[in-house]
């Protein structure tokens, strides 16, 4: 049953955003709590014990030792039969140092008079560090040099100070004329160092730097000999002071505002590394290494912020191999979602109330790490089994950290519930949608419609760290002005939330669900009208089939109900080749934007219609004139490719983009004119080829983001990796490719898929290696040149394709024409430096032409 709470939720804001004009006795007992801590008088917190007995952990805990500072928050109160329950979250620092832990106190009445019964610490949190400089600590540095994976920082004469911890230095400023050279090993990372820097190695000089390590690694890093103590001097102390204020926030600091006014930050973990340097040819570069990420080695560059490198070490490859799995990153598993929110688009506020069913897949864990977007607050987390639990975030992170007051064991399950609100923005289509960018001039035309999309890169509510597959219920409330396309089957008609708004706007509830897992929850927001609704049929029996609601702008209306047949067919000829439909309903929704684009969450898609008549987009590698619905072809695709089968990790997005890509193009092969397939593979061929020098499919999102060239990004990762998808199929033949695509999805089905599952699909589907073929076209950017001749030889003809660089594995179309005028095609393979296929001919030939359909990735003369 859908849960209703948009009222509890309402009181609970209430609640945690006021407080009683005057304290009651249990708030007047906290404060002589915090007030006895704060001065590290242990006997007068015992003193306020029930028993001699009752609060001797809780003194011990807070004076031990004495606090320079403390701080006692009540964060909830609940009745139990002795009395009252009270949650409180303790924060305590001495020095530079501090704790955070969380205390469940049972408070009791004793004639009149509010004493503890009872206090356990839930949860404890060391580690917190108010980093400053050591104002009386300078060094000298004479030749040092700092090495990380691939990256060497070099300082021949120059200045330092250190940030230090009770375990030693944790962070040092480095000033002085140095040198930084990075040289990643990977072929593919060095194109994106070269696309950088113009060349494959990055060597530049620095003039300051910012380092964070463990304390325990410090000295392993920074040799004695090469730092040597001298007296402090101002002038250089004021300059790192700067820098050092500069950067620190950046990185491992922990939001405790309201406990604290200062700047907390933990420490790196174990060998882990983070520099901060200030290049004279690149402004300040990043360079991380994070031995707890699948890819541990990242440079990023602050000023544009774009990453420049993110890969595997050799350590780590040594350890995890080429491919890997984000679900192994994480302790659990998201098994599903009830989630009840609130969103006022026009004044871009979310108020949610999220409840997540957790399962633990590693050995054991004390903490849950989720994703929420920083600027939404979080007012509580709470367990039904656990109560209310003490959680962090990161700042400048959306990260939310809950830590549970004991370890939880392998498989074991529970329920976290989050309350949180803010403004937060509606998202833009990104990496999981297709958009293509427009030319020429702006013309001056209506508005579009606005609509507001909250998916998969907004954080909209709390999520697990990686993607993750689970069932849901879902409640959305919005201004009644406003329509919702959602994810899940629609529930019922929209009606009114209980009570009456503050605002006194009326509002309207969508409720979805699914008993189908989903991969992430996302949901449109605009003025939509009903155009139609219908049923798909998927198979041969009446309920094999699936509903489909079209909804329209206003002004969309006409041409969603002209497109709404063929978005059907389009449909039901997925269903019909992969043998199955993902999820029992489909809402297609047409809304307008300024470019043609499209985003398709699992139950339903959305087709931005543009509103620039005149503004041309045909230089677009995924514009296709002659096929108008064809964003509409690639975006239901995704109802398969994308949704019901995700992908491992980033790298592997090919798999979704690709997938909807060659889908719409079979669409087109088998359902359109043959003109229109011709049209769609010459120009996937040409932007592939053309853009192939900007990475390998498997870069992923990254293609192109250096230059912030999307053109480039769409050519690679969709139109390339559909080419790959056609060459693979030209080279195995049709029943194997369409026998393996659809037991590649029967096997992934509602699960991640990587390269590795659909080489070993292809592979046994065609009693064929595949290594080479998906080494040189997906991990490779190579782009073969051949030189194709032939030679009649009697009744036979003698097909010659002479590779002129390194010889790649690819399929080539030679068509025949007999003088005759009868054709025949034929599909001869290039695996070596020269290959030779011999035909035998049925009549005097006419002419040869190689690769005339435009089906190959190569370069033939």
């Known amino acids: 049953m859908i849960f209703a709470i948009l009222a ?53 805990a807070l004076t031990s030792p004495p606090p320079s500072r403390l701080v006692v928050r009540e964060r909830d109160r609940t009745a139990i039969k002795t009395g009252q329950r009270l949650l409180l979250e303790v924060f305590w620092e001495r020095g530079g140092e501090g704790r955070l832990s969380t205390w469940s106190v049972d408070v009791v009445d004793a004639g009149g008079v509010w004493r503890i019964a009872l206090a356990t610490r839930f949860a404890h949190v060391t580690g917190l560090y108010r980093l400053a400089l050591t104002r009386t600590k300078q060094f000298a540095v004479r030749n040092l040099t700092v090495n990380a994976p691939d990256l060497t920082l070099s300082l021949a004469e120059g200045t330092a100070f250190v940030a230090e911890t009770p375990q030693g230095p944790t962070a040092i400023v480095l000033i002085g004329d140095g040198r930084m050279r990075f040289s990643p090993p990977e072929p593919a990372e060095r194109s994106q160092v070269r696309i950088f820097t113009g060349s494959e190695e990055m060597n530049t000089r620095f003039d300051a730097v910012f380092i964070r390590v463990r304390p325990e690694d410090f000295a392993d890093r920074f040799p004695a ?32 505002s309201d406990l604290s006014p200062d700047r907390w930050s933990i420490t790196p973990q174990p060998g882990d590394f983070i520099a901060e340097i200030h290049t ?95 600027e939404l607050t979080v007012h509580g987390v709470y367990s039904p089994a656990l109560g209310r639990l003490l959680h962090l975030r990161v700042v400048n992170q959306n990260s939310l950290i809950v830590s549970l007051p004991e370890t939880a064991s392998h498989g074991s399950e529970f329920w976290l519930q989050i309350v949180y609100s803010g403004k937060m923005p509606a998202q833009d289509l990104d990496r999981e949608a297709i958009t293509v960018t427009q030319e020429g001039p702006d013309p001056i035309v209506l508005p579009p419609e606005p609509r507001y999309i909250y998916s998969n890169r907004t954080y909209w509510y709390p999520q697990s760290v990686v993607s993750d597959y689970a069932t849901l219920r879902l409640r959305i ?19 009114p939330p209980p009570g009456v708004a503050a605002d006194g706007e009326r509002r309207l509830v969508y409720a979805f669900v699914s008993e189908k897992p989903v991969r992430y929850l996302a949901c449109v927001i605009s003025r939509l009208r009903d155009v139609n609704t219908q049923q798909m049929q998927i198979g041969d029996t009446p309920e094999d089939a699936v509903s489909m609601q079209v909804l329209a702008n206003p002004r969309q209306v006409a041409r ?50 543009p509103q620039q008549p005149g503004v041309s987009w045909r230089n677009d ?41 060659y889908f719409a193009a079979l669409y087109a092969e088998k359902n359109l004119a043959p003109g229109v397939l011709s049209n769609v593979l010459r ?40 080419m790959v998808l056609h060459m693979l199929r030209n080279m195995i033949g049709d029943d194997a490719f369409f026998r393996g695509l659809r037991i590649f999805y029967a096997d992934r089905k509602y ?111």
Do not use: C
């Not at 004021?238 to 491992?252: N, S």
């Not at 993902?582 to 959305?606: I, K, M, N, Q």
């Not at 695709?637 to 089968?645: L, M």
């Open 477 to 495: 409330t919005v201004p009644a002005t406003h329509q919702v396309i959602a994810t899940g089957m629609p529930v019922g008609e929209p009606s």
């Open 8 to 60: 509890p939720l309402a009181l609970l804001l209430t609640s945690w955003q006021q407080s009683p004009a005057q304290p009651d006795a249990i708030t007047v007992l906290v404060q002589q709590i915090e007030t006895a801590a704060a001065a590290g008088n242990r006997e007068q917190i015992r003193a306020l014990g029930l028993e001699i007995d009752s609060t001797v952990d809780l003194a011990l």
């Open 280 to 374: 004279r040819d690149y402004d300040t570069l990043t360079y991380t290494r994070s031995g707890g990420d699948a890819e541990d080695v990242t440079l990023f560059d602050r000023k544009k912020r774009r990453n420049i490198s993110v890969y595997a070490s050799a350590e780590k490859l040594a350890a995890r191999g080429r491919y890997y799995n984000e679900d192994d990153l994480v302790d659990y598993d998201v098994l599903a979602y009830e989630l009840d929110v609130l969103i006022v688009p026009d004044r871009e506020t979310v108020q949610g109330n999220a409840r997540l069913k957790l399962r633990v897949r590693s050995a054991a864990t004390a903490t849950i790490n989720l994703r929420l977007a920083e």
């Open 225 to 256: 000999e090469a730092l040597v103590e001298r007296e402090a001097s101002e002038r250089d102390l004021d300059r790192a002071q700067q820098i050092f204020d500069e950067y620190v926030g950046r990185t491992l600091q922990i939001n405790l």
């Open 751 to 861: 699960n991640k898929a990587g390269t590795d599952d659909l080489i070993a699909t292809m592979e046994k589907a065609s009693g064929r290696d595949l290594s080479k073929f998906f080494d040189a076209w997906i991990f490779g950017s190579n782009i073969p040149e051949a030189r194709f001749s032939y030679r009649v030889e009697g009744n036979t003809l003698v097909l010659r394709l002479e590779q002129t660089g390194t010889p790649m594995e690819f399929p080539v179309t030679v068509r025949l024409t007999y003088r005759s005028g009868r054709t025949h095609s034929i599909i001869m393979t290039a695996r070596e430096r020269v290959n030779e296929h011999v035909v035998e001919l049925l009549e005097p030939l006419r002419s040869v032409d190689a690769n005339e359909d435009h089906g190959t990735l190569a370069a033939i003369r």
């Open 683 to 722: 120009q996937m061929r040409n932007t592939a080829m053309r853009e192939s020098s900007e990475g390998p499919v498997y870069l992923g999102y990254r293609l192109g983001h250096i230059k912030g060239d999307s053109k480039a990004f769409r050519s690679v990762l969709y139109n390339k990796a559909a």
């Open 560 to 609: 969603a109900r002209a497109m709404a047949p063929r978005a059907a067919d389009i449909f039901e000829f997925y269903s019909r080749m992969v043998g199955d439909a993902p999820y029992p309903s489909f809402t297609l929704g047409f809304t307008e934007r300024d470019v043609p684009g499209g985003h398709s969450p699992a139950y339903f898609a959305v087709v931005d219609q």
């Open 621 to 661: 590698p995924v514009n296709f004139d002659n096929y108008p619905f064809f964003f509409i072809a690639h975006e239901v695709a995704h109802q398969w490719w994308g949704q019901a089968v995700g992908w491992k990790n980033y790298h592997e997005q090919w798999l979704s983009e690709g997938l909807a890509q």
